[in-house]
């Protein structure tokens, strides 16, 4: 495993923030705190992680912008269990809690950090990023995330999905998104990566009213249609097909062997 780094300090814990490319401004609000040790070491425990947030999440009544739980899980994270072998992706699979921040920012203006509910995946060791996409051990198989900075390139893809496979092994790779809905044939080029990356995958099943593509499309899961907004081609096309009473939803596909 990484040599842990405890933290133990407010100024640690700032700089180590800094690493991971949270802006100064969000930094500045991090503060530490004493008495949540054991809650902050079960974020480290793949089997408890996800109860260990819920009960850090409970004790500590966070802030509305929800720097408590980001000082709270920086500290997790930078004691999280990577094996030697994986320490090339320690730094990009962390990088997650700064593009969370910077990502409340587009969405509301501000900085702050509202993800608490799943960076436990990434202090326990569960997810890690290789290259462009990330990895995910589940009960079911390896399941892929696509962090919004990927590069969705074919290349950039089929490059991380040959490290994934080098390091985590073949078996079943799956993933859910709305950027494998078949809706987005009506909206974006044969040649468009998304329509590229979709074509990796098999075996769809499809969710029509999953509303996730608010989020990433639209940057405010709480935007009503009429008010999307409509600075790229593909805002301004899916935003016409949703006031005409489409469902852009999201499909559960199967990577195909590539």
Known sequence: MRAVHNITTTEELRAFALRLDVPREAVENLVYEEGIEELILLLNDPLRAEEGTDELHEKLQPDEDGFRMLSAM????????FPKEAETYYFP???AFGRFVRENFVSFGKY????????WRQTSGL???IGS?????????ISMHIPSDADLSYAAVLRSVHDAKRYLGEGEYFCRSWLLSHKLKRLLPETSNVR?????????EYFPDDMGYRLWVFKDPDLAP???????????????FVLHGGKVGASHGFLRNI
């Open 74 to 81: 920086l500290r997790a994270a930078a004691r999280a269990p």
């Open 93 to 95: 699979t962390m990088g």
């Open 112 to 119: 702050g950090f509202d993800r608490w509910f799943w960076t």
């Open 127 to 129: 997810i890690i990023r």
């Open 133 to 141: 996409l990330e990895y995910e051990r589940t009960d079911e198989g």
């Open 196 to 204: 590229r990356f979709r074509s990796l995958f098999r075996r769809f």
């Open 226 to 240: 009429k008010d999307f907004p409509e600075d790229t081609s593909l805002q301004r096309k899916m935003k016409i």
